[in-house]
């Protein structure tokens, strides 16, 4: 719920607190006082589009914050604690949107930096906005549809995430069936070069790392005298030469000498040392016997050379062509026998593949029938509930029906299906069509409802559908901008009860210029314009009280204002609506 709206700079409106509450609550003013910057301020913390015209002059931002109450477990909190958004200390979360003059705009969820779509997501979860192009909007087939499945509920949407999971798998069939039929010719073509360079890699059976290792052992065997000369040497030094100089000592030799010194002193540093000594004749004594064993495994065979050698350019050969070393062939070699799976373009396997995809299909028009039927009898359930309601707005001879027909796929369609004989279009959304049809009276033919209602009997329709989709929309806070426009008499004081009908499940914002309407309100708010001594108008919101009230519903009411005529006129009706809320409620309980 939003219970609370800071506006700043915004159009006329320099500075105004709203303190929104449960309930149903008005918003009224003098024809351009500002109301609609109320709905501006509440689009731009939906995420809606900022434009820098509506800016105040003189101002240096507007600024528009929103402090909304998320339920426990609600998707917009999960939202908020994904995001890192702090909550306020009361548990609130506060969103804001700034918007300047060269057009920049910034957002903010809970004290953090988001972008503008994040409120947009936010506000999905929380804000329902509802002007007159909303009504534009039901003109829009999609639009349609998608409200006769949201009344509907599970009874549509499980057959429609059946159909939409089976669907994807018979798309991706059709695809490929079309793929290996049409490019038959190419797909052989690159299964013959695949397959000549699987040929090639298995005739030459390269290891993980051969060629490396072959670099190594190629070095070795080509510096082969020069390694003996340079180990023989090294041993020597180190471990004595059998047939060298007697007059020479080895290292090991030395060391020795050394460690006897210095264990014979009479100190116990000296003979620590020479304790240490004698662990590195020890390791001297390795590295001679390493080196002996290094000198006879020395080989220096020209005939392994040239074998290496040969081998090396072997492996070169398919690195050349395949990959940069033995391993990438190898991989190379895994992908090619992955993809030559995927390219068999037998009879057989087009076989199977086509088997698979009439398989589906036949699953997929199952679907389709099943969801098809679900909005059939959910059209004719929200068609009676709708008629119902516009029975009570003053439109009880109209007749609201809902229409479901087949999309049929047309020449070439990708997405064509076959169904009881019938080719229809197999849209994400299913085949069906929905058209709203409008019956005004009985003489009258039923027309779809954008040329068979007028404005104001198209508020009313909006209206009507609102109310009855109420149960089914999870939106805790619903916003209406002058949806009663075009609408008056009677028909007014309808839209009143039914939006303090509304307001008993929502919490509901109407920015309306009818006093019927205005009446029906728990909390009043009026915009208010004043021209400063700049000579810029500035417009603030005050709450009424009960006696303001009266006189700002006579001044709604034709511009009677204070006079005791207006006044009298005001308080009637104020009490006629509080007694239709208090007969409503008694009906309740």
Known sequence: MLTEMRIEGLGVIDEALLELHPGLTVVTGETGAGKTMVVTGLQLLAGGRADASRVRRGAERAVVEGRFRLPEGSLAAKLASEVGARLDEDGSLIASRTLTPDSRSRAYLGGRSVPAGMLAELADGMLALHGQNDQLRLLRAGEQRAMLDRFAGEAVSGPLSAYRRVRQQWLRCCAELAARRDQSRELAREADLLRHGLTEITALDPQPGEDAALLAEARRLADADQLRQTAALAQSLVGGAPEGDRD?????????????????????????????????????????????????????????????????????????????????????????????????????????????????????????????????????????????????????????????????????????????????????????????????HPDAGSLPVHKGASGGELSRVMLALEVVLADADPVPTMVFDEVDAGVGGRAAVEVGRRLARLARSHQVVVVTHLAQVAAYADRHLVVDKATGATGLSRSGVRELDEVARVGELARMLAGLGDTDTGRAHAEELLAAAGGDKTREWETLL
């Open 248 to 440: 020479q000592s080895s290292a090991i030799e030395l060391v020795a000498q050394a460690r006897r010194r210095l264990q014979a002193a009479q100190d116990a540093a000296l003979q620590a040392l020479g304790e240490r000594l004698g662990e590195a004749a020890a390791v001297l004594g390795d590295v001679t016997a390493e080196l002996s064993s290094y000198l006879e495994a020395l080989n220096a065979d020209p005939t392994r050379l040239e074998q290496v050698l040969a081998r090396q350019a072997e492996l070169k050969r398919l690195t050349r062509k395949y990959a940069a070393d033995v391993d990438g062939v190898l991989a190379w070699a895994r992908q090619a026998q992955q993809r030559l799976a995927s390219l068999d373009t037998s009879h057989e396997a087009i076989a199977a593949l086509a088997a698979r995809r009439d398989e589906l299909a036949t699953e997929l028009a199952g679907h389709l029938t099943a969801l098809t039927t679900a909005r059939a009898a959910a059209a004719r359930q929200l068609g009676s509930a709708v008629t119902a309601e516009l029975a009570g707005l003053a439109m009880g001879q109209a007749q609201l029906s809902v229409v479901v027909y087949p999309t049929l796929a047309g020449d070439g369609d990708q997405a064509a299906l076959t169904v009881v004989g019938t080719r229809l279009r197999a849209g994400p959304d299913g085949a069906d069509e929905v058209e709203l049809r409008l019956a005004p």
